[in-house]
Nanobody, 127 residues
Protein backbone atom coordinates (compact mmCIF):
# COMPACT_ATOMS: atom_id res chain seq x y z
CA UNK A 1 0.00 0.00 0.00
CA UNK A 2 1.61 3.28 -1.07
CA UNK A 3 2.13 5.72 1.75
CA UNK A 4 2.70 9.41 2.20
CA UNK A 5 4.95 10.83 4.88
CA UNK A 6 4.41 14.08 6.75
CA UNK A 7 7.04 16.13 8.53
CA UNK A 8 7.47 19.55 10.08
CA UNK A 9 5.17 19.48 13.08
CA UNK A 10 6.18 20.76 16.48
CA UNK A 11 5.52 23.18 19.32
CA UNK A 12 5.12 26.87 18.50
CA UNK A 13 3.89 29.92 20.34
CA UNK A 14 0.68 31.70 19.29
CA UNK A 15 1.35 33.91 16.31
CA UNK A 16 4.22 31.73 15.16
CA UNK A 17 4.72 29.74 11.97
CA UNK A 18 5.36 26.18 10.90
CA UNK A 19 5.74 24.52 7.51
CA UNK A 20 4.49 20.99 7.05
CA UNK A 21 5.74 18.78 4.23
CA UNK A 22 4.16 15.76 2.60
CA UNK A 23 5.83 13.42 0.14
CA UNK A 24 5.14 9.98 -1.29
CA UNK A 25 7.23 7.16 0.13
CA UNK A 26 8.71 4.97 -2.59
CA UNK A 27 6.35 6.00 -5.38
CA UNK A 28 5.57 9.00 -7.57
CA UNK A 29 2.38 10.95 -7.58
CA UNK A 30 1.75 12.80 -10.82
CA UNK A 31 -1.98 13.35 -11.41
CA UNK A 32 -2.63 13.08 -7.66
CA UNK A 33 -4.45 15.72 -5.67
CA UNK A 34 -3.23 16.19 -2.11
CA UNK A 35 -5.08 17.40 0.95
CA UNK A 36 -4.33 18.23 4.55
CA UNK A 37 -6.69 17.24 7.32
CA UNK A 38 -6.41 17.76 11.06
CA UNK A 39 -7.89 16.21 14.17
CA UNK A 40 -7.91 17.95 17.51
CA UNK A 41 -8.43 16.00 20.76
CA UNK A 42 -12.06 15.07 21.19
CA UNK A 43 -13.05 16.38 17.76
CA UNK A 44 -13.72 14.88 14.37
CA UNK A 45 -11.12 15.07 11.63
CA UNK A 46 -11.66 18.10 9.40
CA UNK A 47 -10.38 19.13 6.00
CA UNK A 48 -7.93 22.02 6.07
CA UNK A 49 -6.77 22.50 2.51
CA UNK A 50 -6.32 20.75 -0.82
CA UNK A 51 -4.33 21.25 -4.01
CA UNK A 52 -4.67 19.88 -7.51
CA UNK A 53 -1.98 17.80 -9.19
CA UNK A 54 -0.51 20.77 -11.08
CA UNK A 55 -0.91 23.11 -8.13
CA UNK A 56 -3.21 25.45 -10.04
CA UNK A 57 -6.29 24.88 -7.90
CA UNK A 58 -6.28 25.28 -4.12
CA UNK A 59 -8.96 25.47 -1.44
CA UNK A 60 -8.99 26.25 2.27
CA UNK A 61 -11.27 25.82 5.24
CA UNK A 62 -12.68 29.13 6.41
CA UNK A 63 -10.86 28.75 9.72
CA UNK A 64 -7.43 28.91 8.05
CA UNK A 65 -8.01 31.20 5.06
CA UNK A 66 -5.48 33.99 4.94
CA UNK A 67 -3.16 32.21 7.38
CA UNK A 68 -2.31 28.89 5.70
CA UNK A 69 -0.91 28.36 2.21
CA UNK A 70 -0.73 25.02 0.41
CA UNK A 71 1.75 24.67 -2.43
CA UNK A 72 3.68 22.33 -4.68
CA UNK A 73 6.31 23.15 -7.30
CA UNK A 74 5.31 20.38 -9.70
CA UNK A 75 3.07 17.35 -9.86
CA UNK A 76 5.91 15.18 -8.57
CA UNK A 77 7.25 17.47 -5.86
CA UNK A 78 6.36 17.43 -2.16
CA UNK A 79 3.34 19.36 -1.00
CA UNK A 80 3.78 22.01 1.65
CA UNK A 81 1.43 23.63 4.12
CA UNK A 82 2.80 26.94 5.33
CA UNK A 83 1.00 27.90 8.53
CA UNK A 84 1.32 31.48 9.74
CA UNK A 85 -0.42 33.30 12.55
CA UNK A 86 -0.97 30.06 14.42
CA UNK A 87 -3.59 29.98 17.15
CA UNK A 88 -4.11 27.58 20.06
CA UNK A 89 -7.18 26.23 18.24
CA UNK A 90 -4.90 25.07 15.41
CA UNK A 91 -3.47 22.47 17.79
CA UNK A 92 -4.12 19.05 16.25
CA UNK A 93 -2.58 16.08 14.53
CA UNK A 94 -2.22 17.05 10.87
CA UNK A 95 -2.62 14.36 8.22
CA UNK A 96 -1.65 14.42 4.58
CA UNK A 97 -3.70 12.43 2.09
CA UNK A 98 -3.43 11.85 -1.65
CA UNK A 99 -5.60 10.45 -4.38
CA UNK A 100 -5.59 10.14 -8.15
CA UNK A 101 -7.70 13.03 -9.39
CA UNK A 102 -8.92 13.78 -12.92
CA UNK A 103 -11.78 16.16 -12.17
CA UNK A 104 -12.18 19.60 -10.57
CA UNK A 105 -11.44 19.73 -6.86
CA UNK A 106 -14.35 20.40 -4.54
CA UNK A 107 -14.05 23.52 -2.42
CA UNK A 108 -13.66 21.38 0.69
CA UNK A 109 -11.63 18.17 1.00
CA UNK A 110 -13.56 15.09 2.12
CA UNK A 111 -11.89 12.13 3.80
CA UNK A 112 -13.62 9.52 1.68
CA UNK A 113 -12.19 11.03 -1.50
CA UNK A 114 -8.60 10.29 -0.51
CA UNK A 115 -6.92 6.93 -0.84
CA UNK A 116 -3.43 7.18 0.65
CA UNK A 117 -2.82 8.64 4.10
CA UNK A 118 0.13 9.50 6.27
CA UNK A 119 0.56 8.75 9.96
CA UNK A 120 0.12 12.35 10.99
CA UNK A 121 2.32 14.98 12.58
CA UNK A 122 1.53 16.81 15.81
CA UNK A 123 1.17 20.59 15.80
CA UNK A 124 0.89 22.23 19.21
CA UNK A 125 0.31 25.97 19.59
CA UNK A 126 0.85 27.06 23.17
CA UNK A 127 2.50 29.95 25.08
Amino acid sequence: QPQVVESGGGLVQPGGSLRLSCAPSGWNWPLYAVAWFRQAPGKEREGVSCISSKGLDTHYANSVKGRFTISRDSDESPVYLQMNGLKPEDTAVYYCAASYWNRPLPTQPFELDYTFWGQGTQVTVSP
